[in-house]
């Protein structure tokens, strides 16, 4: 039985991008709104709090409160404190800028109480312009990473609208190949192209060091917020007064954390690990055609033990499944370039692997050139994987042009 074509798969309907990207908005939009209230309006108070008034104050009462419900108990301070402008006396219950609220963990708020009990004087800070605004720290605290808690909210917001704008879109983007030209249906090389003629070099380039970085922020991002957790947890281990229920929450976020910089470290190793080169004396090859490819190994850190070079054909095709927007990969071709050339790659042992080497690449005549619409693609690519022993595998893909055969057959 022949195998269906992607291309005859239900398209990605309109009403699927827009239900993802309003989605997404709520999301975002939540996320957006409490990172403002918890976190950018009290940074904004702290900067504006520079320019209060220092005044004497006393305090009044100071105690701990606790709250229960179904998710457990968690703790709170409540302090007041007195102070006099211009012979008036006025009261403030405000500790900091940032957000206060209750959260698990009693010693650290029963330290707090013991340290300003009542009838303790102290320094308060006044706003001039309404002497019954005031607080007790002007400055920036730990607290304030609490604000912070809304990140995720509004990634994830973002990246449901990314995805769903990005859904129609050609995966490589930038700007369309100087080989193409567009039809009705979509983008196919233009067979009339001079381009094929050129050399074409491939190599990983920075890659590697964008995807280490990439996956760096986003570790720092995750364990940062993380670690805000982990500190009071500590705290209350070291006090005595151990939260086992948050303890048990976190353990999947810190298993994650853990992951995340392992797969970064992972790919820290990949910076220093051999790189395999490749270049075809043509950037564009038509069906039916044939072009020479040199490989060339640069190593750094460690040797190849093994190598392959593989020419694939694939079409990929999006649509939309309920309200997931998936794309399916058929892969229609498949060679591999070092038994297409006999044995010059077929390399089993370390000592075996020559640091350059040459095979001839051919492109068949009953297949399909590139091609690339909104929802449907055509996609040759040369995949290139290294083996490297006690070290991560290097793997690379690049993505050939493959032209229309030319009147008159291929060249």
Known sequence: MSARALSDKTKTRPGGRIAGVLFGLVFAGAGVAMLIFLFVLPVMRVVDGRGWTPVPCTVVSSTVTTHSDSDGTTYGVEIVYRYEIDGRSYSSDRRSFAVDGSSSGRSGKEKFVADHPPGKAMTCYVDPSDPASAVLDRGISASFLWGLFPLPFLAIGLFVIYFSLRGNQD?????????????????????????????????????????????????LFWN?????????????????????????FMVPFVLVGAG?????????MLLFAPVIELELDRSAIPLGGSATLKWRVVSRLGRLSAMSVVLVGEERATYRRGTET????????EQDLAEADGSDLAFDTLAAVPERGTVILKVPADT?????????????????????????????????TVLPMRLGGAE
């Not at 055509?378 to 793997?395: E, Y």
């Open 171 to 219: 995966r490589t983007g930038g700007a369309k190949s100087k080989t193409a030209k567009r039809s009705k249906r979509g983008v196919i090389p233009d067979a009339s192209a001079q381009a094929a003629d050129e050399r074409l070099l491939l190599r990983p380039g920075k890659q590697r060091l964008a995807y280490a970085a990439g996956i760096l922020v986003f570790a």
């Open 224 to 248: 940062g917020i993380i670690s805000v957790f982990l500190v009071q947890l500590f705290d209350g281990y070291r006090s005595g007064d151990p939260d086992v229920c948050l303890s048990l």
């Open 260 to 268: 995340l910089v392992f797969f970064w470290l992972r790919k820290v």
């Open 326 to 333: 998936i794309t399916d990969t058929h892969t229609f071709f």
């Open 368 to 400: 399909m050139h590139t091609f690339k619409a909104g929802n449907n693609k055509i996609v040759w690519t040369l995949k290139v994987r290294g083996q490297v022993p006690r070290w991560p595998d290097p793997v690379d893909s690049y993505e050939l």
